[in-house]
Each structure stands twice: as C-alpha cells, then as structure tokens.
C-alpha cells in the first residue's frame, strides 16, 4: 500500500473567481459537476474508508472549479469528518478568501487554511482572478483563529511586484508563503534576490525573509502523495489532478 500525504475533498460548481488558469479546465467535465449543496457528498464513505486504511492524517477542502467556503454545508461535514476518520486528521481549507470574513465561525473550525492571493494590486489581481476585489488579507490574518497560510501563482503579471509582494507579506505577519509555478509551465522565474535559501520541502526549495518561511512550489518536481476525492464521486490516486489513472478510462 503505498503511503499518501494528505487527502484531497474536492469541490465543484458555479464559482466567486474566474481564474484563468483554473485546474479543472484540465479535467473531464463530468468531475466538475456541482457539489455544492449535496450531503452526503458522491463518494464519501468509499472515501473516508480508504482514508482509515492508508491511516491519512491530513485532510484538505479544495476544488477542481470552485471555492470550498461556497459549499452549503461546510461545518457539517467537517463536524461528520471528525466523528468517521479514525485518525484524528488535521483538516485544512484551501480557498480564495472571499468569504474567509463572512464565514469566520466556519473558517475558524479548520485546523489551519491556505488563501490563494496573487496581489495586492486590484488590477494585478484580476488578471489572476477575474475580479478586482481583492481579499482584505491583513484583516483575515488578524482575525483568524488558525495558522494562515498564502498560496501565490507566479507569471508575468505579478513577476514585477514580487519583491514588494513579498515585503507586504512579511509586514502583515504571513508566516508561511508559497510561490508557485503553474501546472505546466515551462517558463523560468528568477528567485527574489532577497530570499535566503534554508532547505527544501518535498523536492521543492524552501527560502526565508525575516521570521517569514517562503517555499518555491513547482508541481512537476514535487514529490507529494495524495488521494482525492472527486465532485462526481471518483476516488483518485494522483497528487497531479490532471494525471489521474481514474480519469484516464472515462469520459469527459
């Protein structure tokens, strides 16, 4: 049996950002079926099963074309996760934000979250997110209960701000900041000349500035293990969406 990092909840349906980039164009369109108010969710006892079996202790929320804090019935499946897995997980949110404020009691029910945030710049942010409201990122950091963690897509829209992205970052009290390369990309970004190499983290290079811990994400090197759980009810056993052999014999 081979052993997984973490295991991935995965959500779909009509969605608050319009990313060009969003992973779930890669996918057969029958995974990306609305989720977003079905409880139980297609899948989950298969699912918690082969959790229990391989002994998983993480456990994400995230989406394939969607975020996770649009899901009707959040606090009750976290609530159901907790009572069924058996090894007493640490769950985790990965989402965009937007409703990180609007929903606190719930965002503060993870163990910890991920908010992925391109910029500070309306306009930069858009171009990644399709709208130019950004996140009050400061003021989620300060209200938060639970350890935040900022997910940044790199590419030449906010290659240029990265020094002062950063910067901000660090003033605001991010602790923990990952830059990553898109799926696929062939493009080669230079490293900040402000961060100092420290290690490195699942075959990707970890950095510091100040008390802040950067790790530069590349996809195709990062040697993470993980099972997913599809909108349509698919179990997956790819780290790399877009490369699972569930997928590969159905469809689209």
């Known amino acids: 049996m081979v052993e997984c990092d973490f295991a991935n909840i995965l959500f779909a349906g009509p969605c608050n950002r319009r990313c060009p980039y969003c992973i779930g164009r890669l996918l057969p369109e029958r995974v990306n079926v609305s989720n977003l108010d079905a409880f139980p969710l297609a899948g989950l006892d298969p699912f918690i099963a082969e959790v229990n079996r391989r002994g998983i202790r993480q456990l994400v929320f995230t989406g394939t074309v969607t975020d996770p804090?649009?899901?009707?019935?959040?606090?009750?499946?976290?609530?159901?996760?907790?009572?069924?897995?058996?090894?007493?997980?640490?769950?985790?949110?990965?989402?965009?934000?937007?409703?990180?404020?609007?929903?606190?009691?719930?965002?503060?029910?993870?163990?910890?979250?991920?908010?992925?945030?391109?910029?500070?710049e309306p306009s930069t942010y858009?171009?990644?997110?399709?709208?130019?409201?950004?996140?009050?990122?400061a003021e989620i950091l300060r209200r938060a209960r639970i350890p935040v963690k900022v997910s940044c897509v790199v590419n030449e829209h906010n290659l240029p701000e990265l020094p002062e992205f950063l910067e901000r970052c660090r003033a605001i009290g991010v602790r923990r900041l990952v830059l990553?390369?898109?799926?696929?990309?062939?493009?080669?970004?230079?490293?900040?000349?402000?961060?100092?190499?420290?290690?490195?983290?699942?075959?990707?290079?970890?950095?510091?500035?100040?008390?802040?811990?950067?790790?530069?994400?590349?996809?195709?090197?990062?040697?993470?293990?993980?099972?997913?759980?599809?909108?349509?009810?698919?179990?997956?056993?790819?780290?790399?969406?877009?490369?699972?052999?569930?997928?590969?014999?159905?469809?689209?």
């Open 126 to 137: 858009e171009k990644h997110m399709g709208s130019r409201q950004v996140p009050p990122l």
């Open 69 to 120: 804090q649009l899901y009707r019935h959040e606090a009750r499946l976290l609530a159901l996760l907790r009572e069924r897995v058996s090894t007493g997980p640490r769950i985790s949110l990965h989402t965009n934000g937007a409703l990180a404020l609007e929903k606190l009691d719930v965002f503060d029910q993870y163990d910890r979250a991920c908010i992925s945030f391109p910029s500070f």
């Open 180 to 252: 990553r390369r898109l799926y696929g990309e062939t493009r080669a970004w230079e490293i900040p000349s402000v961060l100092e190499r420290r290690g490195e983290y699942r075959g990707n290079p970890v950095y510091a500035l100040g008390e802040m811990e950067v790790t530069w994400w590349d996809f195709a090197a990062a040697q993470s293990t993980s099972i997913n759980l599809f909108a349509d009810g698919t179990v997956g056993t790819s780290y790399l969406l877009a490369r699972t052999p569930e997928l590969s014999n159905t469809a689209a």
